[in-house]
């Protein structure tokens, strides 16, 4: 499975950034896909989920409102619109897809090489 993201970029406080995640080689589907976000020198954290249908989505507590995760099926993507960013979101954004409903959130099979998100003024 491939997974590539894209969108990120460098943006002032209180900016909006839409990124995406492309996949390949699996069917998309299935996938119960998720963003994780990470700062050097820090763990992994978990950001938004979704279910393979996307019907239901799961946010982390520090979105607030503020993020939102959506899956086109028909092309293979997934998305993570974000808005209000302040400069606490800077990061490198990944996804990664599930091949099931894990208990441990942080779990996944499959995860991309990630995209730069930076907010600053």
């Known amino acids: 499975v491939q997974l590539v993201e894209s969108g990120g970029a460098t943006v002032h406080p209180g900016g909006s950034l839409k990124l995406s995640c492309v996949a390949s080689g699996y069917t998309f589907s299935t996938l119960r896909m998720k963003w994780f976000r990470q700062v050097p020198g820090k763990g992994p954290e978990w950001v938004a989920e979704?279910?393979?249908?996307?019907?239901?989505?799961y946010y982390g507590d520090f979105v607030q409102g503020r993020f939102y995760i959506s899956k086109d099926n028909t092309a293979n993507t997934l998305y993570l619109q974000m808005y209000s960013l302040q400069p606490e979101d800077t990061a490198l954004y990944y996804c990664?897809?599930?091949?099931?409903?894990?208990?441990?959130?942080?779990?996944?099979?499959?995860r991309g090489q990630g995209t730069q998100v930076t907010v600053s003024s």
């Open positions: 979704i279910t393979p249908a996307g019907g239901y989505t």
């Open positions: 990664a897809g599930a091949v099931t409903s894990y208990n441990d959130r942080m779990r996944y099979d499959y």
